[in-house]
């Protein structure tokens, strides 16, 4: 597609996306839900630019209706995929992934994102059959589908809800034929492959109260990947990744519109998977492993593992990161060869190992660990939070202290952290709060796909 055939929304390649100015603003979903605080979850909007006076600063909070949401992934109405669409990106969908609540929030004005609709989970579920949304993604034809991880009553089998992207309606589900899926988590699709990709969690049932290492032995927790035909909405494939792939999470496929590759993070078995599509099927493959490591008092055989929980790829499809949420660590990869991945730069911020590098601006070491990664347009800056999920930040960081910082791209390529940016989540008015995934107003490298 050339760019003079782009007329809606977003971008028309993975170049035009690079070229993009700095962000100004960022959008964090914020929780108290698991805190013992009785206030509503909100938005956050953190000023970035470097050449502001609030630097650093939440500027705006957006908070919801209602307590007990539990805020966790969010996503756009229209994005790069939406290339003819009459919509603008004006407006976030914000589910809670505990009250199956949805929430329309518009941000026709960037810095003051304001709650236009709520759709209830009593909605969701008559038309849907389904509770727990999770990833959301706009697609082509003014949709907007979202992953939901359980069925009405939080149990299996998970799958897919559609919202109108025009008046955010209910349309019932996405999915025509599930085939052998049960399990649901994240998704990514490519329009010029008319493929989507799926990956596995739990049901909310099961990941609801915390992490139960034997519900894993018990076949609770996912391993496999599943292809659909995005055209017909129906299961074509299921890859199961075996004892190296537990718990396969976040999805990247590649940027490049015409690629049949990208990666997965296995998050139990921490390491970094490759799926690639040769002779009509698909494969998936190690390419980076997190070796567990011994610590004392560790209460599971085998050491502590990573716990890779985000994996986040560059536009450039070169710079590849994700966090090991126990061990601290956050990890920078070059994958121009995407079968060699290549270490380049290693931050520690926080994590059970005790090897914390700090901030300078934090009020002594930091806890928790990197966990929600977000890669600005232009490559060259790394977002990182610290919040997991509320039962699982209660059970391996019990006083979780909520921080968000960045890592900047540096003269040689690699990336270090920003030692005047760190935004303190313990020092708001209400109490403190943990914050999650992050996204940018114009768009960033896990919203945009291109057709």
């Known amino acids: 597609m050339s760019h003079s055939e782009h007329t809606g929304p977003g971008y028309p390649d ?32 953190v000023d970035v630019s470097r050449d502001s006076d609030a630097y650093g600063e939440i500027v705006h909070r957006t908070p919801m209706p209602n307590v007990g949401d539990e805020l966790h992934h969010f996503g756009f109405n229209a994005c790069s995929s939406a290339c003819h669409s009459s919509l603008s990106r004006d407006t976030l969908i914000v589910p809670g992934i505990k009250s199956s609540r949805i929430h329309i929030v518009d941000i026709s004005d960037p810095r003051r994102p304001e709650i236009s609709k709520v759709i209830e989970p009593e909605e969701i579920k008559a038309k849907t059959g389904y509770s727990g949304p999770h990833t959301v993604h706009c697609m082509p034809g003014d949709i907007v589908t979202i992953s939901m991880l359980g069925d009405e009553n939080g149990d299996l089998p998970g799958g897919f809800a559609v919202l109108d992207a025009r008046d955010f309606s209910v349309l019932g589900r996405w999915e025509n034929d599930k085939g052998p899926q049960e399990l649901m988590y994240d998704f990514w699709y490519q329009p010029r492959q008319n493929t ?59 940027h490049d519109p015409d690629a049949r590759e990208g990666f997965v993070g296995a998050t139990l078995s921490s390491n970094v998977m490759r799926f690639h599509s040769e002779n009509g099927s698909w494969a998936a493959e190690k390419v980076i492993d997190v070796e567990n490591q011994e610590l004392g008092g560790w209460p599971l055989e085998g050491g502590v593992p990573g716990l890779i929980t985000d994996i986040v790829l560059g536009m450039n499809d070169r710079d590849l990161f994700f966090s090991n949420w126990l061990h601290g660590d956050l990890r920078h990869y070059d994958v121009s060869d995407p079968t060699k991945p ?40 790394v977002y990182v939070s610290n919040s997991l999920y509320s039962t699982w930040d209660n059970q391996f960081y019990p006083d979780l202290r909520g921080w968000l910082t960045k890592l900047d791209r540096q003269s040689d390529g690699t990336f270090a952290l920003d030692p005047d940016f760190f935004v303190d989540f313990t020092q708001l008015d209400t109490g403190a709060a943990r914050p999650h995934e992050v996204h940018l107003p114009g768009g960033d490298c896990t919203s945009e796909i291109f057709q």
């Open 14 to 45: 993975p170049q035009a996306a690079l070229a993009q100015p700095p962000e100004e603003v960022v959008y964090v979903a914020c929780l108290y839900e698991g805190t013992g605080i009785e206030e509503p979850d909100f938005i956050a909007t």
């Open 342 to 381: 290549e270490l380049k730069s290693q931050v520690w911020l926080g994590g059970l190992l005790g090897r914390d590098g700090g901030h300078p601006k934090a009020d002594g070491a930091l806890n928790g660990g990197p966990q929600m990664l977000q890669v600005s347009l232009d490559g060259e800056r």
């Open 196 to 254: 989507l990709i799926s990956s596995e969690w739990a049901a909310p049932n099961t990941f609801g109260p915390g992490f139960d290492p034997a519900q894993v032995a018990a076949g609770k927790y996912g391993q496999r990947l599943h292809f659909w035909d995005l055209e017909q909405k129906n299961h074509v494939q299921t890859v199961d990744l075996g004892d190296e792939g537990l718990i396969p999470l976040e999805i990247r496929w590649l």
